[in-house]
């Protein structure tokens, strides 16, 4: 089992940033891949960024591909999802996510753990 609690939304304005944070307790942290997915009203659930393992591999969605930077630290159980250049389009409730499994995966169904998610709201 892990519990993962969010933290680090907000309220910003287009072009500001932000930096999320995904606090984990229980298992082995470094035993599992990280995601962020987010969820926008009446939308669903979306792929965001992922991290592997030991942070040698990450994966970006196009839409926040250099914009959000995924990183880790596996010392203290914690994963990050810094996000500049804010847009109103990602404008959501952010969750992180922990997979277990071996192949790092975009997919929600492959994730066994969710956060409760935080809000972001970007205003334009």
């Known amino acids: 089992q892990v519990h993962l609690v969010e933290s680090g939304g907000g309220f910003v304005q287009a072009g500001g940033s932000l930096r999320l944070s995904c606090a984990a307790s229980?298992?082995?942290?470094?035993?599992?891949?990280m995601g962020w997915f987010r969820q926008g009203s009446g939308k669903e659930r979306e792929f965001v960024a992922v991290?592997?393992?030991?942070?040698?591999?990450?994966y970006y969605a196009d839409s926040v591909q250099d914009r959000f930077t995924i990183s880790r630290d596996n010392a203290n159980n914690t994963v990050y999802l810094r996000m500049n250049s804010l847009k109103p389009e990602d404008t959501g409730v952010y969750y992180c996510a922990a997979d277990p499994k071996i192949v790092l995966s975009r997919s929600a169904e492959a994730y066994n753990y969710w956060g409760q998610g935080t809000q972001v709201t970007v205003s334009s």
């Open positions: 229980g298992s082995v942290f470094s035993s599992h891949h």
């Open positions: 991290i592997s393992r030991s942070s040698v591999i990450t």
